[in-house]
């Protein structure tokens, strides 16, 4: 399976992004795909979760991400969003698109796909 990611840029504080991804592979391959999340990894920090969704529409997200970050997917384009909301500067970071046969994991070893990174910086 191959995550391309894309939407990232430079905003200003309070302004608001969309990522999307685009999964592709065989027909095998994407029909076992159950979770699509999005990790992010800012300046010397480590990889944390963002925003999860299994095929099911059950979520799972991030404190920091509760109330800003909306995730969503359309199971029928293999495509996933993260939209985000009243961006800070803390929320400067790579954004990665992860997808897992498994259900909503916050271990990232869980997660056997990654994307190339798409990255998000936030002005102050």
């Known amino acids: 399976v191959q995550l391309q990611a894309s939407g990232g840029g430079l905003v200003q504080a309070g302004e608001s992004l969309r990522l999307t991804c685009v999964a592709s592979g065989s027909v095998s391959e994407i029909n076992e795909i159950n979770a699509l999340a999005w990790y992010s990894q800012g300046p010397g920090k480590q990889r944390t979760l963002v925003a999860a969704m299994n095929r099911d529409g059950d979520t799972n997200y991030a404190d920091s991400a509760k109330g800003r970050f909306t995730i969503s997917r359309d199971n029928a384009k293999n495509t996933v969003h993260l939209q985000m909301n009243s961006l800070t500067p803390e929320d400067t970071a790579v954004y990665y698109c992860?997808?897992?046969?498994?259900?909503?994991?916050?271990?990232?070893?869980?997660?056997?796909?990654w994307g190339q990174g798409t990255q998000v910086t936030v002005s102050s």
């Open positions: 992860v997808a897992t046969r498994y259900g909503i994991t916050a271990q990232a070893g869980n997660y056997a796909y």
